[in-house]
């Protein structure tokens, strides 16, 4: 993908971004006229812009680029066009767009010859797109996308015309409807040039300054509806804001309320993060009702204390994260508000009652509310889909949960103070995942958890999940039929429960690890959809008796207890998993938390090599060579044996594979951290893989293929005491490259390319 940026601009003043704007459009509408003189005229302007210069057809999936571009500027533009909502890749890049706007990002639509009310309602050609749309795509992504929509037209816009939005319409900057440029909204307002003219302003310096105002600048622009004012700081208080403004964005705002004579009832989003000196108790006063705003930013504000009784009946999102020295959030009286961020208030005690009964919230995040001992009694949160308590310390009651709340799909309780669960959880019906690692005063999990069929994902530490009895509460299903990952840490474990693969039917991650297990019983076998077993540093953990037949991942790192018996026993059992070859050719395409793919990685303690894996293609270099026919064989494993491992290890050590002279593809990794001591790791990919490299390398019926090593960074005192290759291979035994050294041996230009990508489209070397 060609991307065009235009690096002539001024740097953006937050750290974390790199472009100033980025342009969200429809190619085939808007690309060769009116976004390309948008680009122009941004860029003449000073403006570091990124624009995707291949909007063009392409594949479904937004690529990573573009996600980072997106996250990486301070303003998106999105100009809508009739054909927008044709284009999957537009739509996600909206989402993306908004997901960034929670995190302080400021966006501005742009209507290009259509009407708002049709991209809001997703009326005409939206509509058309959208039904097409349902047809391949899945309902609820569809959903999300007609939901972002509308959440884009309810920000303040306006509806532009060819060449409109910064292009000068006079010479003299007062005579504007807009002033984009900061040299000239510097004029304006020390120069006292405000007029009625004027409907935006953006006062942006590329570096910190002070400006003194001359008299009252803003007090004549009347129609000014649109302020965005950053690293600019105004040195002496101003008694006007025009009371028509829609949205005011004022990073590090340097005053306490606002000016004397602005009152903000037409207000509909907020932007005024950063600023230190601002209280909530002068800027929303009591009794004014704010019916039009719907968008608050106050985070990292580090003089709020508490969170004033708010009367705003159509806000939809209000941030407060990380401001410090708030303690009490009063009644809010807002119906409509979908989310609400007070992460990182560290100093948050109480929340009020109210907060408990807003119908509307989906998201609610109070993680690292290190202080926080008071949530409402009762939470009846219909809409609520994502709750995050994590590192609440504090806090030992969890709240009662009404029977209506059943939307919740993840809640996050690890590192809480919580000392029990409410048997109402089991109201909680579409949960789907339940962290609570590190709630070391919570003992035991309520009989009820069983009722969460939907949970695919459990983590938990000392607290007790009790075996269920015979009848209970009317449940026919024992276990839970969904759950895909489950982690128990450092607790005892009832193996009589957790070795009953009828309550697990689709587990596929089981993680045990730090557990004072003794003993893996033979019933785990029977775990057929199994893939990954984490069973590290379980010190008192003598004896694996059987590993499921198909199982990917074993990381058995640290278990130091392991008798001889049963550490040959399980090196055995991984050769013959191995060797068996693929059981089939359909990988699972339900990759849904984890994403190890096809590959199959073991780590075990002791640096033997299993007999099925012993093999002549062993090398003390970083190279090992071999011969295959026009079908790579179905028994190939690369394996490692580690000596000591130094601390601190931050190197990877990356394996590729080259066939017929190709460029090397990275085939596995690892990191060695300091438990990889004394370990083996054996590791394979698919067979199917494999072979489409083969097929796509020029294949004869002799085809050279490699396999080489690199630790990057390299690290002088790791010993690598052996490594191999156990492939059927078709040829002799060849010598492999041996370097001088036993030390690692960095390999140059190595490639991460996935390989689902062509060989064809790799260059040789």
């Known amino acids: 993908m060609a991307l065009q940026i235009n690096q002539g601009g001024s740097s953006s003043s937050t750290a974390e971004c790199m472009y100033d704007i ?166 304006v307002l020390t120069r006292n040039m405000g007029t009625d003219k004027i409907q935006a302003m ?34 002496e208080e101003f008694q006007y804001l025009p009371n028509g403004l829609r949205l005011l964005e004022w990073h590090k705002f340097p005053f306490s309320s606002w000016p004397s004579k602005y009152c ?116 009846r949160l219909k809409s609520l889909e994502g709750f995050n308590l994590e590192h609440c310390s504090m806090l030992e009651k969890f709240p009662n949960i009404h029977q209506e709340m059943k939307r919740l799909e993840n809640l996050h309780l690890s590192e809480s103070g919580i000392k029990g669960l409410p048997s109402s959880i089991g109201y909680l019906t ?3 995942g339940l962290w609570l690692k590190g709630c070391h005063n919570l003992r035991d999990l309520p009989d009820s958890t069983y009722k969460l069929q939907m949970l695919e994902f459990l983590s938990f530490d000392t607290a007790r999940l009790r075996p269920p009895c015979n009848f209970f509460d009317g449940l026919s299903v024992y276990g839970f039929p969904s759950l895909r990952e489950l982690y128990i840490y450092e607790c005892g474990i009832e193996l009589e429960f957790l070795m009953k693969p009828n309550y697990f039917p689709t587990l596929k991650v089981l993680s045990i690890s730090g557990t004072d297990i003794v003993s893996i019983p033979e019933s785990l076998h029977r775990f057929t959809t199994l893939e990954c077993l984490d069973i590290r540093s379980c010190k008192q953990l003598r004896q694996i008796l059987r590993l499921p037949q198909f199982i990917k991942r074993v990381d058995a790192r640290g278990c130091t207890s ?27 395409r339900d990759l849904f938390l984890f994403h190890w793919g096809d590959e199959r990685s073991f780590m075990v303690p002791g640096t033997e090599i299993p007999r099925r894996l012993n093999s002549k293609h062993h090398s003390v270099g970083n190279s090992i060579s071999f011969r295959v026919g026009r079908k790579f064989p179905n028994v190939f494993a690369v394996y490692f044996a580690f000596g000591p491992v130094p601390r601190p290890s931050p190197a990877v050590l990356n394996v590729y594979l080259s066939i017929n002279g190709f460029e090397k593809v990275l085939i596995n990794f690892i990191t060695p951290y300091r438990d990889a001591s004394d370990t083996l790791w054996i590791s394979s990919r698919s067979h199917l893989k494999l072979q489409k490299l083969l097929n796509e ?31 059927e291979c078709i040829c002799c035994p060849q010598k492999s490259s041996i370097s001088s050294s036993m030390a690692p041996t960095l390999v140059d230009n190595y490639s991460d390319s996935d390989l689902n990508l062509p060989l064809k489209k790799r260059r040789k070397y």
């Not at 100009?79 to 909502?85: C, D, G, L």
């Not at 008299?215 to 105004?234: C, S």
């Not at 008798?563 to 026993?569: C, F, L, N, T």
């Not at 020029?698 to 690290?715: A, M, Q």
């Open 202 to 235: 953006i006062l942006r310096s590329p570096n910190p300054v002070t400006m003194k105002l001359q008299g009252e600048p803003f007090e004549r622009m009347k129609n000014l509806k649109f302020l965005f004012v950053e690293n600019v700081h105004i040195c």
């Open 697 to 727: 390398s020029n294949p004869s019926d002799y085809n050279h293929v490699e396999v080489t090593y690199g630790l990057i960074p390299p690290i002088r005192n790791l010993e690598l005491r052996r490594w191999g290759v156990k492939v």
């Open 22 to 187: 980025f342009l969200s459009f429809r190619g085939e509408d808007t690309r060769y006229n009116f976004t390309s003189h948008l680009y122009k005229a941004l860029c003449d302007k000073g403006f570091n812009t990124f624009i995707d210069d291949d909007n063009l057809q392409r594949g479904e999936e937004i690529s990573t680029e573009l996600l980072k571009a997106i996250e990486l500027s301070m303003i998106s533009i999105v100009v809508f066009s009739e054909n927008y909502a044709s284009s999957t890749w537009c739509l996600k890049e909206l989402v993306k767009i908004l997901e960034c706007k929670n995190f302080g990002q400021l966006v501005l639509p742009v209507f290009y010859k259509v009407n708002p009310s049709e991209v809001c309602k997703q009326e005409g050609k939206f509509q058309i797109a959208l039904t097409k749309h349902e047809e391949k795509e899945n309902r609820d992504k569809v959903q999300s996308w007609r939901e972002a929509l509308t959440k884009a037209t309810d920000l303040a816009g306006f509806s532009y015309k060819d060449g409109e939005i910064v292009q000068q319409e006079s010479e003299n900057p007062e005579n504007c409807s807009r002033i984009w440029c900061y040299e000239d909204a510097y004029e």
């Open 562 to 588: 392991l008798d001889a018996q049963s550490s040959s026993r399980l090196l055995n059992q991984i050769g013959e998993i191995l060797c068996e070859g693929e059981r089939s050719d359909i990988l699972s």
């Open 264 to 379: 903000p009832q037409k207000l509909v989003a907020l932007n005024m993060s950063w600023s230190s000196r601002i209280k909530m108790e002068t800027i929303f006063k009591q009794g004014i009702q704010l019916t039009n705003l719907k968008h608050i930013n106050l985070q990292e504000c580090d003089s709020i204390t508490e969170l004033p009784k708010l009367c705003a009946p159509n806000l939809k999102t209000l941030d407060l994260s990380s401001c410090t020295e708030l303690v009490t959030v009063h009644e809010l009286c807002v119906t409509n508000l979908e989310t609400l961020n007070l992460s990182f208030c560290y100093k948050l005690v109480t929340i009020h009652e109210s907060v408990g009964f807003l119908d509307r919230l989906r998201i609610w995040d109070l993680q690292y509310c290190m202080s926080l001992q008071n949530l409402p009694n009762n939470l």
């Open 430 to 432: 579409q949960l789907t």
